[in-house]
């Protein structure tokens, strides 16, 4: 069974993005968790794009989401960047930012250090919050 985890860059960044409906990416947090709905550890652990391995049992991930209120594909939806954990079985969501409209980004390789970091920090001081997906 796969734990689920969010640093405090995942959570302030879906709280911008869903926060006015108008900018139309209300559905982000459900696109997100429909792609995990039913995904074994093994499934999340080798799916397509993998960012960096950080340890043999640890994987920084970057995978596209479909934008299903805007009806956009995958490759103009979401990116979200979790770490997996296979030892501890734990999956933590990272990042998550839209392709196109307003708040849209290229990439995050600008933040990926600062995101890392955060992260590194509140796994330490134990400060990541377990999350449930139904």
């Not at 689920?4 to 900018?23: D, R």
């Not at 501890?88 to 990439?107: A, E, H, I, M």
Request: hydrophobic share 30%.
């Amino acid at each position: 069974m796969l734990t689920y985890f969010t640093a405090s860059t995942y959570t302030t960044q879906i709280k911008t993005l869903e926060k006015k409906p108008k900018n139309g990416y209300v559905s982000c947090m459900k696109d997100i968790h429909n792609f995990l709905k039913n995904k074994t550890i093994e499934n999340l652990w080798n799916y397509r794009n993998t960012e960096q391995d950080i340890s043999p049992t640890i994987r920084l991930k970057k995978v596209r989401i479909s934008d299903t209120f805007q009806k956009k594909g995958s490759s103009s939806g979401y990116r979200f960047i979790y770490i997996i954990d296979q030892k501890k079985k734990t999956l933590t969501f990272l990042y998550v930012y839209p392709k196109q409209g307003k708040l849209g980004q290229d990439n995050y390789k600008g933040n990926r250090k600062e995101i890392l970091l955060q992260y590194l920090s509140e796994l330490t001081e134990n400060k990541l919050l377990e999350i449930w997906l139904s």
